[in-house]
């Protein structure tokens, strides 16, 4: 016999285990068995629910001497939907419902009934998928265009209109964050501020978006399945698909004595189909990228370039002459040396565009100086204007980065006060000739300018100096390479020189791949 005192330990084979609460794993909450027209497949009808069209007629003109000869004739088609059972069993057999915990038997027929409820949503997606007609694409963010769109197919349809009807769209949540991101980007005006001075934007930031677009009610399913990065939401009338109920949902026991020294059997059974009214007409899928989520966090704005290890560079913040929470980026004293701040490789133009950068930018003076601002594919944290993105001299660009999009100034060029477009590594040839990308506006010792580069999905790049559109290119980017951020001053020859930056602004689509 142990000698001690007696503790739970001692007795662990003799504590009965006790079981407080017991729950169902959660599932996602199905939307489209409440979307849909319902209709009940009647007892002694036969197995099919069927209903009839009938097609319009044309009216024509009469005058005072028309006779009308041309009768109309009408005709009809039917429409068909045969339910079909789909079903669940559960067996238990008597030593275990003798043994298991009240709580836990209690939760059975509940996840029976959820297993039916999942299939039945999932069958109702599965005809939103069977649409005739697709919007977007697997390789884009989903954009309140394609919603909208949609929208006016089914209410101004030259087929056969549906316009009264309640109008429904089902998306993943994926993809119901680009539309919280398209919101969060508008520009000023775009969304205006209600009574309180309270904006959407302000509203989706703190609650995400909830509501309609376009006359559209949104609704969230993860039951959505997401294929190859892509999921398949749709557009359509309340009527454009209808649930035919057959049997209602039943369930039956069974003993069955010689399993296990007895069990019950319990059979769970459901009959219904969904069917497409004016198939093409009133149902439109809307297809779009959506996997995970990448987080940001990690990847944000670090400070680059030669020589920031030493003392007569790098970035301080400015206190004085008005220039309160303004940073000023200082070169070395060697020639080519570069300082600058940069994100990581981050930004897929296709799923990401619009992609919008925006700095305010000033110097103390345009001698010596060599100042890039846009995309690139490069930066490493010894990167150089010159080794790793371009060189200008005279009139002629030496693009160094096989992919580059942003704004260029540098005292080598002829037009050396001027800010340049450039770009490389789209479907379109960078230009080289500086003069070819000249955007007739100068930088100015002492006075801020606004560059803002806008990138689309399709790598159509905007220049904007000053909230002036300057120039506009398309194929400017690439679609197929990761890029990062690039704000960076140079000097050459034996000369320190500085940009202030007042601000960067970055915004873009959330690439759902990573």
């Known amino acids: 016999m142990a000698s001690g005192n007696t503790v739970t330990d001692s007795l662990a084979d ?27 497949l009647a007892s002694n009808t036969g197995l099919t629910w069927n209903e009839i069209s009938l097609a319009a007629l044309t009216a024509q003109s009469v005058t005072e001497s028309t006779e009308l000869d041309n009768p109309q004739q009408l005709s009809d088609t039917l429409f068909s939907v045969t339910p079909t059972v789909v079903g669940i069993e ?20 509940g996840l029976a009934q959820t297993a039916i409820q999942r299939k039945k949503d999932q069958d109702g997606l599965t005809a939103v998928d069977g649409a005739t007609t697709q919007l977007g694409s697997s ?83 993860g039951n959505l399945t997401i294929t190859s990065n892509a999921a398949k939401g749709g557009v359509f009338s309340k009527d454009a698909l209808v649930l035919v109920q057959g049997h209602s949902p ?43 989520s990448r987080n940001f966090g990690s990847a944000g704005l670090r400070v680059i370039g030669q020589g920031i290890a030493e003392t007569d560079s790098g970035i301080v913040l400015l206190e004085s002459d008005g220039l309160n929470g303004v940073g000023r980026l200082t070169t070395t004293n060697e020639d080519a040396h570069s300082i600058g701040l940069a994100t990581a490789t981050m930004f897929d133009v296709a799923k990401m565009g619009t992609i919008v950068l925006e700095a305010r930018v000033q110097f103390e003076n345009l001698d010596t100086k060599e100042f890039y601002f846009g995309l690139t594919d490069v930066n490493a944290d010894t990167t150089i204007i010159e080794g790793g993105t371009m060189v200008g001299n005279g009139t002629t660009m030496t693009l160094t980065a096989s992919d580059l999009c942003g704004f260029y100034l540098s005292a080598e060029l002829t037009d050396d006060e001027d800010w340049h477009a450039v770009f490389n590594g789209g479907t379109t040839t960078g230009e080289t000739d500086s003069t070819a990308l000249d955007l007739d506006d100068d930088a100015v010792a002492g006075e801020f300018d606004v560059l803002r580069l806008e990138v689309g999905n399709n790598g159509t790049a905007r220049w904007f100096v000053n909230g002036v559109l300057k120039k506009t290119q398309a194929g400017a980017v690439s679609t197929s390479t990761d890029l990062a951020v690039l704000l960076m001053v140079a000097t050459y020859g034996a000369a320190i020189e500085t940009v202030d930056v007042d601000y960067i602004s970055i915004t873009a689509n959330r690439d759902w791949t990573v």
């Open 14 to 40: 003799s504590l009965p285990t006790a079981i407080a609460k017991a729950r169902q794993v959660r599932e996602q909450r199905g939307v489209m068995t409440q979307l849909v027209s319902k209709e009940a």
């Open 90 to 109: 559960t067996l238990i057999t008597d030593r275990v419902g003798r043994r298991l915990s009240s709580k836990s038997i209690a939760q059975f027929g």
């Open 139 to 221: 390789g884009a963010s989903l954009v309140t265009g394609h919603i909208r769109a949609a929208r006016s197919r089914i209410t101004s349809n030259t087929t056969e209109p549906n316009f009264g009807a309640t109008i429904n769209a089902v998306f993943h949540g994926f993809q119901i964050k680009d539309i919280e991101d398209e919101i969060l980007v508008q520009s000023s005006g775009a969304l205006q501020a209600d009574s309180l001075g309270t904006t959407y934007a302000d509203k989706t930031f703190v609650n995400g978006f909830r509501g309609m677009v376009g006359g559209v009610n949104i609704h969230e399913d």
């Open 250 to 292: 039943r369930s039956e026991t069974e003993r069955r004595p010689a399993v296990g020294g007895g069990a019950s059997a319990v059979f769970l059974y459901d009959e219904y189909a969904y069917g497409e009214r004016s198939s093409g007409n009133w149902l439109y899928e809307v297809i779009s990228d959506a996997t995970t």
